[in-house]
């Protein structure tokens, strides 16, 4: 079987290795890799594996191409896909966490990543730019969207919040019966037991995580690093540039409140994680992989050995919901598509997503100089609106731009 299947495979690792963008450009790819070029689905059928995939939290390019390898040849070619797609650029992160790590007794050669943070921030703006005129189009959603931006603003920090704005946004948009009408066929019963398996390790790392912060265990970290990237990777709505926030405020923000309290939570410098954020643009394939990066961190002062195991930690735990979630659900797919409520609340989610995009990236900035009056603001500044620009107006590569910046700092 898997020799009948090493073209689609190969295709699988070009695409692994070529693929920029972040998700939105990942399905063009997709297209022309898997539907033009050879037609391992149908331009209908990728269409449809995307919208299911947006139902779910996760990550939505990696969860439509685990489909195309699901619907080639069943679960164990939809894991080999899996494995062959998120494994160059989890390398790749991994091994940064560590390139960090050793540049630590070397101030003065980090200066190269001095712009990969105003750099980052021009990625953000510009995936808003990209899905605020998809997702804001009516009262409703400018309404959802104005809410989840002040509620973010305001309470940036708590970790029920995102949850709550996107099941909010959800509901909101299902009191009108004219989005999506419910159609004349009776939808069958779903069984949810399919989510049991989700549910299961969700609930175990939760209980081991919280044991472990109460009684101090010494082995804390990777349960807890486990625990908080799973939960991440099953609560996240929008893709990477969701994520990305979602990280900075739970291992730097957070960790720095509470540490009084809780001395041994995970923390991981900010500047690090800029600069992983920044890089993460470059890297092809998922920007999930960014947990491969904040897992090596968080375990740095255990020892190399324990830094390479929270990368491995950081790389299952944050792709193991979306693995769990799609190849379990999409089986009930044809069930579950039938049900209105699920399209009205996708354009709820959306809008709320979109409020928290635009919150948490100005959060983000406010670290980054850029009202000092001096040339390393104005250069910040600048390159925030350079880059995006060219990724508005131009088909630079993003791999590009991240040599540019890292140029700038070096040359300045």
């Given at each position: 079987?898997?020799?009948?299947?090493?073209?689609?495979?190969?295709?699988?690792?070009?695409?692994?290795?070529?693929?920029?963008?972040?998700?939105?450009?990942?399905?063009?790819?997709?297209?022309?890799?898997?539907?033009?070029?050879?037609?391992?689905?149908?331009?209908?059928?990728?269409?449809?594996?995307?919208?299911?995939?947006?139902?779910?939290?996760?990550?939505?390019?990696?969860?439509?191409?685990?489909?195309?390898?699901?619907?080639?040849?069943?679960?164990?070619?939809?894991?080999?896909?899996?494995?062959?797609?998120?494994?160059?650029?989890?390398?790749?992160?991994?091994?940064?966490?560590?390139?960090?790590?050793?540049?630590?007794?070397?101030?003065?050669?980090?200066?190269?990543?001095?712009?990969?943070?105003?750099?980052?921030?021009?990625?953000?703006?510009?995936?808003?730019?990209?899905?605020?005129?998809?997702?804001?189009?009516?009262?409703?959603?400018?309404?959802?969207?104005?809410?989840?931006?002040?509620?973010?603003?305001?309470?940036?920090?708590?970790?029920?919040?995102?949850?709550?704005?996107?099941?909010?946004?959800?509901?909101?948009?299902?009191?009108?019966?004219?989005?999506?009408?419910?159609?004349?066929?009776?939808?069958?019963?779903?069984?949810?037991?399919?989510?049991?398996?989700?549910?299961?390790?969700?609930?175990?790392?939760?209980?081991?995580?919280?044991?472990?912060?109460?009684?101090?265990?010494?082995?804390?970290?990777?349960?807890?690093?486990?625990?908080?990237?799973?939960?991440?990777?099953?609560?996240?709505?929008?893709?990477?540039?969701?994520?990305?926030?979602?990280?900075?405020?739970?291992?730097?923000?957070?960790p720095a409140a509470v540490k009084d309290n809780n001395p041994n939570a995970i923390q991981i410098d900010q500047d690090k994680l800029y600069t992983g954020m920044g890089i993460v643009q470059a890297v092809p394939g998922p920007v999930f992989s960014f947990a491969s990066f904040t897992g090596g961190l968080a375990l740095k002062d255990m020892?190399?050995?324990?830094?390479?195991?929270?990368?491995?930690?950081?790389?299952?735990?944050?792709?193991?919901?979306?693995?769990?979630?799609?190849?379990?659900?999409?089986?009930?797919?044809?069930?579950?598509?039938?049900?209105?409520?699920?399209?009205?609340?996708?354009?709820?989610?959306?809008?709320?997503?979109?409020?928290?995009?635009?919150?948490?990236?100005?959060?983000?900035?406010?670290?980054?100089?850029?009202?000092?009056?001096?040339?390393?603001?104005?250069?910040?500044?600048?390159?925030?609106?350079?880059?995006?620009?060219?990724?508005?107006?131009?088909?630079?590569?993003?791999?590009?731009?991240?040599?540019?910046?890292?140029?700038?700092?070096?040359?300045?």
């Amino acid at each position: 079987m898997l020799l009948r299947h090493l073209p689609f495979l190969r295709a699988v690792f070009w695409h692994s290795v070529t693929a920029f963008g972040g998700p939105q450009a990942h399905v063009g790819m997709m297209l022309k890799t898997f539907v033009q070029k050879t037609p391992y689905v149908t331009e209908e059928e990728l269409m449809e594996y995307n919208a299911f995939c947006q139902l779910l939290p996760g990550a939505s390019s990696t969860q439509t191409l685990a489909l195309i390898g699901y619907k080639r040849g069943g679960v164990l070619l939809a894991s080999l896909t899996l494995l062959i797609w998120i494994l160059p650029a989890s390398l790749l992160m991994g091994a940064l966490s560590f390139l960090l790590v050793g540049l630590e007794d070397h101030p003065q050669q980090t200066a190269i990543f001095r712009f990969i943070p105003p750099m980052a921030a021009g990625f953000l703006g510009f995936a808003i730019l990209r899905i605020f005129p998809l997702s804001i189009k009516n009262t409703i959603t400018w309404v959802i969207m104005l809410v989840s931006f002040a509620a973010t603003g305001l309470l940036f920090g708590r970790p029920w919040l995102v949850p709550l704005l996107i099941v909010a946004g959800g509901i909101a948009t299902n009191f009108s019966i004219k989005r999506i009408p419910q159609g004349a066929d009776k939808p069958k019963a779903v069984r949810w037991w399919n989510f049991w398996l989700f549910g299961i390790i969700f609930i175990i790392a939760g209980l081991l995580s919280e044991a472990a912060r109460t009684n101090n265990w010494a082995e804390r970290k990777p349960i807890n690093l486990f625990e908080n990237t799973y939960r991440m990777g099953s609560f996240v709505f929008g893709g990477g540039q969701v994520l990305l926030p979602m990280m900075y405020e739970q291992w730097s923000v957070r960790p720095a409140a509470v540490k009084d309290n809780n001395p041994n939570a995970i923390q991981i410098d900010q500047d690090k994680l800029y600069t992983g954020m920044g890089i993460v643009q470059a890297v092809p394939g998922p920007v999930f992989s960014f947990a491969s990066f904040t897992g090596g961190l968080a375990l740095k002062d255990m020892g190399p050995s324990m830094q390479l195991l929270g990368c491995l930690i950081g790389t299952i735990a944050i792709f193991l919901p979306s693995a769990l979630l799609v190849l379990f659900f999409f089986p009930v797919w044809h069930n579950l598509k039938k049900y209105a409520v699920v399209y009205r609340s996708l354009e709820g989610i959306n809008a709320a997503v979109v409020g928290i995009m635009i919150a948490s990236t100005l959060y983000i900035s406010r670290d980054i100089s850029l009202t000092d009056g001096n040339i390393i603001s104005s250069i910040n500044l600048l390159v925030i609106l350079a880059t995006m620009l060219l990724l508005r107006f131009t088909k630079l590569l993003s791999a590009l731009i991240v040599l540019f910046c890292l140029a700038l700092g070096y040359f300045l």
